[in-house]
Each structure stands twice: as structure tokens, then as C-alpha cells.
């Protein structure tokens, strides 16, 4: 695990005299570190698979290591760019590891803010699940990620967005011009969604620490009637379900042919079958494509999906590691059918009995 510097704004919000949602505003709530696990950072990005059938696991395993070739990661120390690297490199790779790395700082703050928790189909992607999201269709910007939570048998959910800047965080505790452009934007699809609640992080990356600023809007949404003065706040509504489980099934459906795909493209795991009643592919690979690394990844895929009983146990596990960092430990997480495993500081890959130790 490695920190990252947070800040965390409160925003409020209002009708403009054009009848827009727009943010009236925003104040510095809190300041800390904040605990990144790469194994996180490299699961919200193999989110690109759902829809994609043609995807492969040589493709898609090769994605996560080219994030990972560019992240500076030493145990216990701030997690940062290898900038020289980053500076270096073509344009549309700086923007899909800037990209890539934003969403894992927001699924990170989302995981340290509102106690999310990884589970079985709780985290979409927006861009990849246009089936199960036909509710959420509109033109115009919208968010990257929506989060499922189950407070009690309480659903509500959560739009996410990710943006970043390879720039150093301006000083001050003040949000920028082009923040405010933003968070108006996602709040215009907020209002047409039924003042859905929408988060909005920015991940800067240009110096010797990664630093987030998480914008929160709180509150109930309520419909603004016709004579809504310019400037009344209106907050949102975070435990407002929207109606998009009777397209689930179908989406399911179609999420099981892709996994079904990565599964036979990925090589027979090298290793002795895991200790759970199932089988996975995959293999260890080091995380740098740049040059030699002691970071291994393994990108696994299970021949179906888990039983509660392992999620729940990894999950127990990873939450024992966040409270005592500094106890080191292989990184290992799983969503769905793929499970993430990351071990640092080692010639050679673990064992597979040093990886199932996290989760037994």
C-alpha cells in the first residue's frame, strides 16, 4: 500500500436564472493520507472487459502492465510517476495512464470516504455496459463509474467521475476554474437523472506524490418547482435507487460470453489449482514493461464466478491490511471472475500457497 494525499470538498448546489444545476459552493472539509493498493488500481481498469467479446487476456493483461511500468511504487512510500518516463512517452499513452490511474484514485476515495466495498457486480463502467445503463442514456458529458451500495438491504447508488492533470496540484485550498466547469457539467447530468449523486475526483500526478481532491454533494434532490429563485440550493439525493435491474439479466448475460472468452484465452495457470473448488487461468508477469522489476502481477480468471464466503473472505483480509500498513503483504483482490494478485520486492513470483495465505 502506498499514500496518497487527499483533500476532500463539500459542494452545494443551485439554479442559475437559465434554469441550470449548477455548484453555488464549494469549501475545504478535510485533508490526510490516504492508503492506494495497486492490486485496486489495476482491478477498476480490467473493467474495460465486460462488453468487449473480442477482448483477449494477452490484451488485456498487457494493459494493466503498461499502468503499472509508469507507477514509482515502493512500500510505504507516496505513490507517484515515473515522470521522466511519462514526459517521454506518445501523448495518447500519458492520457490512457492518466486516465487509467484517475480511475483508481476514485474508486480508492469512493472505497476511503463512503465505505464501498468491491463485490459481485457493484461497480459499473459507464462506457462499457450501455445494456444494464440504458436508464442512464443522455447526450452530453457523463460520469465514468457508478457504484452500488447495499446499506441493509438500503440500494442506492453513485456516479463517479475521474478526471487528473500530470501537473503539480495548484497551492491554496481553492478549486480551480476549470474544476467548477466540470463539476457544472456532471451536475447537469445529475438534474437530468433525477439529481442522481455524482462525485467528482482529480488526480494530479506531477510531483513527488499523486494528490486527489474529492468533491462531494450531500443532501436529499428534490424537483425545483417552475418559480425556483437563481441561487436556491437544492443537495441531491444519495439513497434514490433508479429503475435499471429489469435490464440487468441481459447484461449479465452478455458480461458471462465476454468473461467465458478471457477465460479460454488466458494460458493454463502454471501453478497448483487454487484452494477454492475452482479452476483459473492465467500466470505471473513482471509489472514493468520499461525495464527489470522485483513487482509481479498476476491477472487470474476464474472458470466461474466465486461464492460469497471467498469475496467476503479476501474482503475481511484487505480491510485487515488498511488497518495495520505496516504489516507487508502480497496485495490480492478479486471482482467477479478476476482476481488481482501484486508481490513486490521478489525475483521470483510467490507461490501460490503465499497468495491463498491472504484470504484463508
Known sequence: MAPVTLRIFECSSGYDSAGRLVVIGIWLKDEYEM???????????????????????????HEQRLLLSYLLDVPHRPLSLRMGDFRASAGHIRRF?????????????????????SGRRNLDN??????????????GVRPDLLFSF?????????????????TSRPKGPHPTAVQKRRLNEILGW??????????????????????????????EGTTP?????????????????????????????????????LYRTAPRFEQARGPWNHQMRGNWV??????????????GILDRAPEQDLVASIRSRTQDRLDRPGQDAIEVDLLGRILVAIARDRVQPPSW????NQFE
Open 35 to 61: 492508503l492506494v493498493r495497486l492490486a485496486d488500481v489495476v482491478r477498476v481498469n480490467a473493467l474495460a472487459v465486460p462488453l468487449r467479446v473480442s477482448a483477449s487476456y494477452r490484451v488485456l493483461r
Open 97 to 117: 495512464v492518466s486516465e487509467s490511474l484517475g480511475l483508481g484514485m476514485l474508486t480508492a476515495a469512493v472505497q476511503d470516504v463512503y465505505g464501498w466495498s
Open 126 to 139: 459507464f462506457d462499457v455496459l450501455p445494456t444494464r445503463l440504458a436508464h442512464y442514456k443522455s447526450p
Open 150 to 166: 447495499d446499506n441493509d438491504g438500503a440500494l442506492w447508488r453513485l456516479a463517479g467521475e475521474a478526471r487528473g492533470r500530470s
Open 190 to 219: 445529475s438534474a437530468r437523472h433525477r439529481h442522481h449523486p455524482v462525485v467528482m475526483t482529480w488526480a494530479y500526478t506531477g510531483s513527488s506524490q499523486v494528490k486527489v481532491d474529492l468533491f462531494v454533494l450531500r443532501g
Open 225 to 261: 418547482p417552475h418559480d425556483t429563485e437563481p441561487g436556491t440550493t437544492v443537495p441531491l439525493n444519495i439513497a434514490e435507487d433508479l429503475p435499471v435491474d429489469a435490464i440487468a439479466n441481459r447484461a449479465q448475460q452478455n458480461a458471462a460470453v465476454a468473461m467465458d472468452h
Open 286 to 299: 513482471t509489472a514493468d514493461l520499461l525495464g527489470q522489476s522485483t513487482t509481479h502481477l498476476l491477472l
Open 353 to 356: 500457497l503465499e497468495v491463498a
